[in-house]
């Protein structure tokens, strides 16, 4: 994902730098216009990071296989659509995207319709993402839990928008990484 602000396994955002990583964010969106939120946005940037950080070292606590060598996108930019989801995960041979929505209460359509954009645009702009399960994920860091079924019986490439909040980001990469792998099973089988 060279078109990544920054891109590592999670092994290696665990231990890296917070500063490191919010530099190297700046410099990659620094041409975007960026500078007339940038105070506001670093920070932001910096719960993100302990965001995902806690998510991936509850997920290894839990036991989720091969977390650790999954691959973290921040600030990837869609190719030809001008878009940057916050955090891409590639989780094996799986694509997770999520938007965090800091300060927000509830599940905003908005916010829906963005995150929904995203996975869309990277089934069809996205020459890696190509065949592979890609699910969205809506953080919205104050809301309320909510859960939707994670539903693989059809032919569908893309999950259902998945909501998490500060909380439970965690579970919810959790059941989402179980479901594919269920679905992947069932057609084996």
């Given at each position: 994902m060279s078109n990544s602000s920054y891109t590592a396994p999670v092994?290696?955002?665990l231990e890296d730098d917070v500063d490191r990583i919010v530099g190297l964010l700046?410099?990659?969106?620094?041409?975007?216009?960026?500078?007339?939120?940038?105070?506001r946005q670093i920070t932001v940037w910096k719960e993100?990071?302990?965001?995902?950080?806690?998510?991936?070292r509850r997920l290894i606590v839990e036991g989720v296989e091969s977390v650790e060598d999954w691959h973290v996108a921040l600030e990837y930019e869609i190719p030809r659509r001008q878009k940057r989801p916050d955090a891409i995960l590639?989780?094996?041979?799986r694509v997770i995207v999520i938007e965090f929505k800091f300060g927000m209460?509830?599940?905003?359509?908005?916010?829906?319709?963005?995150?929904?954009d995203y996975a869309f645009n990277l089934r069809d702009f996205h020459a890696e993402s190509h065949g592979r399960f890609i699910?969205?994920?809506?953080c919205a860091?104050?809301?309320?839990a909510q859960t939707v079924p994670l539903p693989f019986a059809n032919e569908s490439i893309?999950?259902?928008?998945?909501f998490a909040n500060g909380k439970n980001l965690w579970k919810i990469l959790q059941r989402a990484y179980g479901a594919i792998c269920r679905r992947q099973l069932q057609a084996i089988l």
């Open positions: 092994s290696e955002l700046v410099s990659g969106v620094a041409g975007t216009g960026i500078t007339s939120q940038y105070s993100q990071i302990a965001l995902l950080r806690d998510s991936f590639l989780a094996n041979d209460q509830r599940y905003e359509a908005a916010a829906k319709w963005q995150i929904d699910v969205p994920i809506l860091v104050d809301a309320p893309i999950a259902p928008i998945q």
